[in-house]
């Protein structure tokens, strides 16, 4: 498949490049059930637990099914870990590996390139017992794990994604206590898991650009996170410094370690996952996800799904930046918003996708856009009270229907014609 997007047809400004990738995005914890990870014994802020999900370990095949009524031509997901290795160096279970195999083959007949995350949130028992991230030892584990991964797939993955936002994960798990192991203000373990991240992709990255079969064709890279801190009022000193340390210690220290100097060639492409803003108010972060209530943030004149500010004007100021930094092709490797309300999700994909063509209009090099999510899903601390998806999921009827929302069919359209 050709992946190499051409800029926009001239006179038609309303198309995306050719042979863009218009996707879709789910990770293993959030949607497939029936999971050994962390994860496991967690229980949300709304009850909810992810051992069920949406049951896509069975469903695989009819979730492929409804990505090809949408129209997309690409889906971003992951593999779980904890499924192929049960120890340190185990080899990889037959069983499982053949069901995975079996749901890239039909993504691949059915014209649906994927795009494969090794890393989303989520890790064997086995390397938690040991410290996770923060102990040295298991990138050696992972790195084990991907060579065996790699092997064992044939050359039937082009896209790969070593690792889903580190900097979310770290954060939540060792600075915030919102993911298991549910530390708060580790920054040494922070700075840790980061570095050790960012060592094994660098190392991931070689051993999938030279193991795989076809490996001169693979392509590699992280889903970078990016949010932008800004101060509510733009003369408060405090805020002012709350937004520069996040911009920070999230933004700048994580790029630099997977991608600065020495991990400069490590990334063949860029993979953005764009939300939106904070903003910081009275030493707060003013968003729905850290529990500022939507309608009092809607009196500060604040427009927010039901988890961050939106911003769709960053999105071109961040892909500039990129562009100019690092000089590599980008996927946005997710976007979404998570409402009840269709109209606003529709509103904010149009806008976003609005800042997208105009970037690329500009010369910024972006092949893909995979909208968050397939489905309504497990979102992690907040359980199934985030409706992030293209389809919903009944969760209370035991055979979980989907069944397509409006912003599906509006996603639907858009990524037949390629065009908005
Ligand atoms: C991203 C995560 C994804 C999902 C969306 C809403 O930060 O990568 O799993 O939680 O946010």
Redesign the pocket.
């Known amino acids: 498949m050709e992946t190499i997007a051409t800029p926009s047809q001239p006179g038609n400004p309303r198309k995306f490049p050719e042979s863009f990738l218009w996707g879709t995005a789910t ?1 293993t914890t ?1 949607i497939e059930g029936h999971i050994q990870n962390e994860w496991t014994d967690f229980v949300a802020t709304d009850g909810g637990t992810c051992r069920i999900a949406c049951d896509s370990y069975h469903r695989y095949s009819e979730d492929i099914d409804w990505m090809g009524r949408l129209g997309v031509n690409s889906y971003r997901f992951g593999i779980e870990w904890s499924r192929l290795q049960h120890a340190p160096f185990a080899p990889l279970n037959r069983n499982e590996l053949e069901r995975y195999i079996d749901q890239i083959d039909r993504l691949r007949a059915a014209g649906i390139k994927p795009m494969l995350v090794l890393h ?2 989520s890790n064997p028992h086995w390397v938690n017992a040991v410290g996770g991230w923060t102990n040295s030892k298991t990138i050696a584990a992972f790195l084990d794990y991907v060579r065996k991964l790699v092997k064992a797939l044939e050359g039937r993955i082009e896209l790969w994604n070593t690792f ?2 580190p900097d ?1 994960y770290a954060c939540l798990a060792y600075l915030l206590g919102g993911f298991p192991p549910c530390n708060k203000w580790k920054l040494h373990r922070f700075r840790k898991v980061i570095g050790h991240m960012a060592r094994a992709h660098q190392q991931a990255s070689r051993i999938i650009r030279t193991e795989s079969v076809g490996g001169e064709r693979a392509q590699v890279g992280i889903a970078k ?1 990016w949010t932008f801190f800004h101060a509510y009022k733009r003369f408060s000193p405090w805020d002012r410094l709350t937004a520069a340390a996040c911009h920070y210690t999230f933004n700048k220290f994580v790029l630099d370690a997977f991608m600065g100097e020495s991990r400069r060639h490590a990334s063949t492409f860029i993979g953005l ?1 764009y939300y939106g803003r904070v903003r910081f108010h009275h030493f707060s972060a003013m968003i729905p996800a850290s529990g500022a209530p939507v309608k009092r943030l809607k009196d500060f004149g604040f427009v927010c799904d039901d988890m961050v500010e939106r911003y769709p004007e960053g999105l071109g100021e961040i892909l500039t930046y990129l562009q100019r930094k690092f000089r590599l092709p980008i996927y946005i490797t ?1 976007h ?1 918003a998570a409402s009840e309300d269709e109209t606003f999700r529709e509103r904010d994909l149009l806008n976003n996708l609005g800042a997208l063509q105009r970037a690329i209009a500009q010369g910024v090099d972006v092949r893909g856009f995979y909208y ?1 999510s397939l489905l309504d899903n497990f ?2 601390q907040f359980g199934y009270s985030k409706k ?1 998806g293209l389809l919903s999921v009944d969760f209370k009827d035991p055979r979980l229907p989907r069944k397509m929302k409006p912003l599906g069919e509006a996603y639907s359209k858009i990524c037949r014609a390629n065009a908005l």
């Open positions: 990770a959030q989303h949130f889903n936002e979310t996170n996952n997710e979404g968050w979102e992690w992030f």
